[in-house]
């Protein structure tokens, strides 16, 4: 579990195939301490600690790599990298889990101001869950959207953000990482299950296995 507050930004080392996967090992920009088994977002991806050695190495699986840009990488492209969430921590963002929904396609950069807004392409599945002034994450970035419509949504990116994670180095057409927020797909499953359970009483109730 994250939160969506990149902690640093992190450099492609080495991208090379595993078996049907791939080991991605990144350098970490700053101090950052982790242990073997650790997860670790990577642009919003949640990936296990293989290796630690300088670098931090991890497997990405074939699976992974179909969901997510991981595979699109070279070495020294940025990434930003966030540590898992302590229980005892701030919840300064939203619960993000770092498992991927799809990807994206940054369609407008525009400068107002000192905020710099981005527009994000994203298929339905997405956007079924994407409300005004809610959350989604970015590569891994905790994120409030401004506006959308039913293929796209805007979000309005801080210069601290746009410094301290890779979001600033995006250009038009680069695809990124998207997640939506959790409790949306909660409710709804729960929603789901309430009508088909009304349905089915209906149903009984209709054919007179139920007396009300």
Do not use: W
Request: with cysteine; aromatic share 4%.
């Amino acid at each position: 579990m994250f939160t969506g507050l990149v902690e640093i930004q992190g450099s492609v080392a080495a991208l090379e195939k595993a078996g049907k996967g791939i080991r991605l090992s990144v350098k970490p920009l700053a101090e950052f301490e982790v242990s073997l088994g650790d997860s670790v977002s990577v642009n919003g991806v949640c990936l296990t600690v293989t290796k630690h050695d300088g670098n931090i190495s991890f497997d990405v699986s074939p699976e992974t790599m179909r969901s997510t840009d991981l595979g699109e990488l070279h070495a020294g492209h940025r990434v930003n990298l966030e540590r898992a969430l302590r229980l005892a921590d701030r919840l300064g963002g939203h619960i993000v889990t770092g498992h991927v929904d799809n990807v994206g396609t940054v369609r407008e950069i525009r400068q107002v101001g000192e905020y710099t807004f981005y527009t994000v392409d994203a298929p339905p599945d997405i956007m079924r869950y994407v409300v005004k002034k809610g959350s989604v994450a970015i590569d891994g970035i905790s994120l409030t959207v401004v506006d959308l419509d039913n293929r796209s949504f805007s979000v309005a990116i801080i210069p601290h953000t746009l410094t301290a994670t890779n979001i600033g180095q995006r250009r038009v057409g680069d695809r990124v990482n998207l997640e939506t927020d959790i409790i949306g797909k909660y409710v709804e499953k729960l929603l789901d299950k309430k009508d088909r359970n009304t349905n089915l009483m209906n149903v009984l109730r209709e054919e007179g296995f139920v007396n009300d």
